[in-house]
Each structure stands twice: as structure tokens, then as C-alpha cells.
């Protein structure tokens, strides 16, 4: 234990690299989800049928998977040799993500009366504008729930980049156990209110979107 | 083919020999109608006679298997830009108001003339104030959709399609997911409208509008249309048997 509190400055880097690494995955999975469901539900059946099939193949396969693809699989044909692991982490998390991401929101078109979507048509707005002013700014608003959910799996998830050599939380909670195995437990225990809080925060911002936009209306 | 209503007007929608099938369901069949600038044409029928079907086919909301549909001498564009172009010439007032829920009254009037329009902002919401102000609901402008009673909200979804300076008016049923004293409010803007001249097709069991404001009545049973007339000889002295049939239901109530 005290071997974790007099290197807590390695502690706060390692998370300092987690929410680093979550944060970019949010907002590149939100955006690449985004995509993704614009593709499946629009007028051209080229790209609906590859976002459909994107996000079966991807979402049914465990992260690690992805992982070992970017971090292995690619790199030997020729892709991402020279992309620093954090981006690698980074993409690896958000295409896994992004399927999710699209699975929430297409909850939330759905939520979205039908009608709305129609009179948006009936004044003249082309898919895109119908998509961007009327659809998805309602269906954001009904997936915060399960796009915060979406968020805090994610979080968890990029310590999976462990395994791959980044010193994220993950990374560095085992650099200590390893050293110290009988201060397992109390190093474990740090890390866990470290994930703790950062999750917290994540529920915090999602409670906070969804009563200020349930007030709006 | 009778012309009432029609005559001595410059033609603005034409329907020639339109058909349009719902798998098996023939719900339109042989639909010939020609709507003059500035007329005032009520669709009138039973329930299933694809009385929505022939308004939503004429801003193609729904397409058709058969025939044309013109407007102002042009035939409808398929599919994209032009057919986008398009539905902003012509108005449309469901019978569920369809407000956008997360943008405020004056919003929702703005949002069709800058985004599709791309008129200034400060133009378009001086053009929303007046026309809310028109159809009475100026000082909830700042509202939401959901702060408003039904005829409000009906009234709302009015300014919403004027604001886009439709060449035509569809209304279907405008009047009736409300309750009985709304259906008044919206019923004076409508009428209001068509002594302005507005063309307008409007589908509704509301014979006082129909009298008052109609150039001609159209009555629709089973995808076809079976009579047409002015208003008062259409209600006094129905032709066809579908439509004595239909009238003495409704005059029951
Ligand atoms: N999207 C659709 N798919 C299949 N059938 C449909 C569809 N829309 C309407 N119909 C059928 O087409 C027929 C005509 O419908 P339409 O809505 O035009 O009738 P209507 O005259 O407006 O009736 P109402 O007075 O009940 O509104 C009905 O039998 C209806 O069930
Ligand atoms: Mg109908």
C-alpha cells in the first residue's frame, strides 16, 4: 500500500491516461455511431446494408478480438504501423463502441412520433435536414439513458488497452500487484474508487442532460 | 366529369387518371381531379376511401403507381432535391398537428424557411411573428409544443406551412383529434385563408366549413371519386346513393 501512495503521481497518470483514452473514444464512437445509424435507417441501400452488417459483425465481437485486430492484425498488412498505441487504443474502443452507440440511438429514432418526421418532409427539408433538425436532436434526448450506459461500459472497457502495453489504470494497478502481491487487495481497492469516480461522473452528466432536456418541453 | 368550381380558374393541381395500390388494396382508382388557383375543394367520405391518401399523394408523401399528379403545369419530381423543392410549395396540416416537440412555437415556424428557404434568421423570425400572430397563438411564441392546447397546436402547425408561401393548402382532418371547443378556433383561421385566396384541398366531416368556405365538394368512396358538387347541392341533394347512404350517417350525430 504504501508502496502505491508514495508513487501516487504514477496512479493519477495512469488515470489520467483512462479518461485520455475514454474521452476520445466517446467522442469519436458518438460521431462514427452517429454515422452508422444516419446509414441504416437512410434512402440508399448500398450503405444501409454495410452499416447493418458492421454493426452485427462488430458488436458480436468481444473487444479483445478488436483489439488483437488493430493492435496485430493490421499493423502486419501494412495498417496503423506507425500510429502511437494511445490512437490504436483509441480506435480499436471507438469502432467496437460505435456499434453500440448506433444500437442506442436507433432506440430513440424510434421514440421519435413518425408524424414529426413527416411534416418535416412536407415543408421541404431533404433526408440530411430532416435527420439533423428534427430526428436526431429528439432521439439524442431519448438515448441519453442507454448512451450513458453505452459511455460507462466504454470506460471500463479501455482497460482491455492493458493488455496491449498501455499504462492506463489497468496497466499500472498491475505494474503494483505484481510487485507487491500481498498489497493486492488494498491496490485493487484504490484503482476500483479511481474507476468509481470516473463512472460517477459519467452517471452525473447523463442525469444532468436527461432532466435538463426532460424540462424542455 | 363535372366543373364545378373549376371553371373560369387557371388549373394549379392536376390528378389525371391516377391509380395507386396498397399490395392488393386498390385505394385509389382512376382519380381525375383538377384543383384551379384559389379553390376551395372539400374531400369528404368514409372512413378507408383513401381520402389521406390522395392528400398525401399530391406532396408525395406517398407515391402512385399510375398516372400524374401536376403541379402548376409541372408533374411532380421523384425523388431528391426537386422533390424536396417541391413539398415546400405545398402546405400540409396533419390531423395530429406533428409540432416538432423540442423546438419552441416561433421555432418551429422558422425552422422550414431558413433551413429549406435559407432566408435570414431576423427575416424569417419577423415573417413567424406575424403569421403566429395571425392564426392568434403570438404570445406563446416562446412555448413549447407541448404547452399548448390541441387547437393551439393546430393553429401552430397552420402558421407552420403558411410560413413556407405554399402555393396550395392540404388539410386532413384538420379538426379532428380535437376537442369540441377547438375545433371553432382553427376552423376561423381556415376560413380566413380561403377568402384569401389560398387554394386549399381539405379533407373533414365539418359541413358548416364546408358550406361556408368550399368552392365544391368532392366524395370519395372506396378509392374512387363517386360525386362532386357545390356544397349546398351536394348536401341537399345528393346524387349518388353512396353519398345519400354516407350523409344520412353523418347527419345522425
Ligand atoms: N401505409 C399503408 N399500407 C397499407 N394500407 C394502407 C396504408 N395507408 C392506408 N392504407 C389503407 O388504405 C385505405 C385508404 O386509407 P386512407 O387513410 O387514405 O383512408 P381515409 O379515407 O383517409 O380514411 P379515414 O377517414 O379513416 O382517415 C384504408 O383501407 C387503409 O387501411
Ligand atoms: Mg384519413
Redesign the pocket.
Known amino acids: 500500500m504504501n508502496e502505491v501512495f508514495s508513487n501516487f503521481d504514477l496512479v493519477l497518470r495512469a488515470f489520467w491516461l483512462t479518461v485520455q483514452i475514454a474521452a476520445l473514444s466517446g467522442v469519436v464512437s458518438l460521431v462514427l455511431g452517429t454515422v452508422l445509424v444516419a446509414m441504416r435507417i437512410g434512402p440508399i441501400g448500398v450503405l444501409r446494408q454495410f452499416a447493418t452488417t458492421y454493426v452485427t459483425l462488430v458488436r458480436n465481437t468481444p473487444l479483445l478480438v478488436v483489439f488483437i485486430f488493430i493492435f496485430i492484425a493490421a499493423p502486419n498488412v501494412g495498417w496503423f504501423v506507425h500510429t502511437p498505441f494511445l490512437l490504436k487504443g483509441v480506435i480499436a474502443v471507438s469502432l467496437y463502441t460505435s456499434t453500440f452507440v448506433c444500437e442506442a440511438l436507433r432506440s430513440g429514432i424510434n421514440a421519435v412520433p413518425v408524424g414529426q418526421a413527416e411534416a418535416a418532409r412536407a415543408i421541404g427539408m431533404t433526408f440530411s435536414q430532416n435527420l439533423a433538425h428534427v430526428v436526431l436532436p429528439q432521439a439524442f434526448r431519448a438515448s441519453v439513458p442507454p448512451l450513458g450506459s453505452t459511455m460507462i461500459a466504454m470506460t471500463k472497457n479501455t482497460s482491455v488497452a492493458a493488455v496491449f502495453g498501455l499504462m492506463e489504470a489497468t496497466g499500472r494497478m498491475r505494474f503494483f500487484t505484481n510487485r507487491h502481491a500481498d498489497d493486492a487487495v488494498g491496490i485493487l481497492i484504490v484503482f476500483a474508487v479511481g474507476y468509481i469516480v470516473i463512472v460517477e461522473l459519467i452517471s452525473l452528466a447523463s442525469y444532468g442532460l436527461e432532466r435538463r432536456w426532460r424540462a424542455a418541453r | 366529369m363535372t366543373d364545378v368550381g373549376t371553371v373560369g380558374r387557371e388549373p394549379l393541381v392536376a390528378l389525371d387518371h391516377v391509380d395507386k395500390w ?2 392488393q ?1 386498390h ?1 385509389l382508382q382512376d382519380i381525375n381531379l383538377v384543383i384551379g388557383r384559389g379553390e376551395v375543394v372539400v374531400v369528404i ?1 368514409p ?7 390522395l392528400c398525401r399523394a399530391i406532396n408525395r408523401l406517398e407515391t402512385i403507381d399510375k398516372g400524374t399528379i401536376a403541379l402548376d403545369g409541372q408533374p411532380l419530381p421523384q425523388e431528391g432535391k426537386a422533390l424536396a423543392q417541391l413539398r415546400a410549395e405545398v402546405g400540409m396540416v396533419f390531423q395530429s398537428f406533428n409540432l416538432f416537440a423540442h423546438k419552441t412555437i416561433l421555432e418551429n415556424v422558422m425552422l422550414g424557411p431558413v433551413k429549406v428557404r435559407k432566408q435570414p434568421k431576423a427575416d424569417a423570425e419577423k415573417r413567424a411573428r406575424e403569421l403566429l400572430d395571425r392564426v392568434g397563438v403570438g404570445h406563446q411564441a416562446e412555448k413549447y409544443p407541448a404547452q399548448l392546447s390541441g387547437g393551439q397546436q393546430q393553429r401552430v402547425a397552420i402558421a407552420r406551412a403558411l410560413a413556407m408561401e405554399p402555393k396550395v393548402m392540404l388539410f386532413d ?1 384538420p379538426t379532428s383529434a380535437l376537442d369540441p371547443e377547438m375545433i371553432k378556433e382553427v376552423l376561423d383561421v381556415m376560413v380566413d385563408l380561403a377568402r384569401g385566396g389560398m387554394t386549399m384541398v381539405v379533407v373533414t366531416h365539418e359541413m358548416g366549413f364546408a358550406r361556408t368556405a368550399g368552392d365544391r365538394v368532392v366524395f370519395m368512396a372506396d378509392g374512387r371519386i363517386v360525386e362532386e358538387n357545390t356544397p349546398e347541392e351536394f348536401f341537399d341533394n345528393p346524387r349518388s346513393e353512396r353519398a345519400k347512404d354516407f350523409l344520412s350517417k353523418i347527419l345522425k350525430h
Open positions: 396498397f399490395g388494396l385505394v367520405g372512413s378507408g376511401s383513401g381520402k389521406s391518401t382532418e
